[in-house]
């Protein structure tokens, strides 16, 4: 491909998304329903927390996804891209989450669930014990659920303690290239922590399926998003999501280019050919979009069938 330059204007983009962006107002039954329970059971959402443009069509239908964020609604780093709020330390994990997590998920009648969580600098197992006690718990309660686990740069002994509460997929987003690391995420994160989790997520695992993502538009060129899928590949990650970054807010990283559906298109190309088992990019695509729709849910289906089977 085309080596293709950021833009050093960011007001060049105009003040209008393309209508590639556009989307509906979240409504519909389905919708009304999964919003009135996620109230009832006390539950964070990403879906709402992070501003999700999809929730709209996530929550609706029979098949809904819907990602629950464990170990409370504040964050202990400051990344650019991200709404959720931040504090040097947040209050303490509700020792009951994990048992309300589980008992949730079973009444949501979810066929997939996403679980992650904010950063939890300040506990010293990162909140990695109490995560692993959600997961566990809806094993618990709604055995029939595939499980992904979205997590935070967990490596060693936390990352240790989260895997032995054995999740169907083990996510964690790279988020931007390498080259942007330091300007939009926090300064404790890293290209190179991340693939990190992901390989010893592996190398602790040989079931587990990775995943992965990438946010687009924030000024990298295409050879920078090409690296940085070979090198998620290298590291044997299954699944890959590429999507469009959109700005929460005037105080968050800008927006340098609105990357053209073409252009996605050539990326899920690109990382078919390059082994990834499934790949979603799209300018809506985020790392949990359509979860329980896309071949992760299947394989996993087929694997279970298999360990029943032996």
Known sequence: MDLKPPLTNPTALGSRKPSWLKVPLPGGEGYTRLRKLTRELKLNTVCEEARCPNIGECWKGDRATMTLMVLGDECTRRCRFCAVKTVDRAAAP??????????????????????TSVDRDDLDDGGSGHYAECVESIRQHSPRTIIETLIPDYTGAQLATLMESKPDVLAHNVEVVSRLQRRIRDPRCSFERSLKTLREAKDQSSVVFTKSSLMLGLGETQAEVEEAMALLRSTDVDFLTLGQYLRPSPKHAPVREYVAPEQFDAYDRLGREMGFRQVASGPLVRSSYKAGELQAAHLVRERRKEEISK
């Open 94 to 115: 509700d020792p009951d989450e994990p048992e309300h997590v589980g008992t949730a998920v079973a009444a949501l009648n979810l066929d997939y669930v996403v679980i």
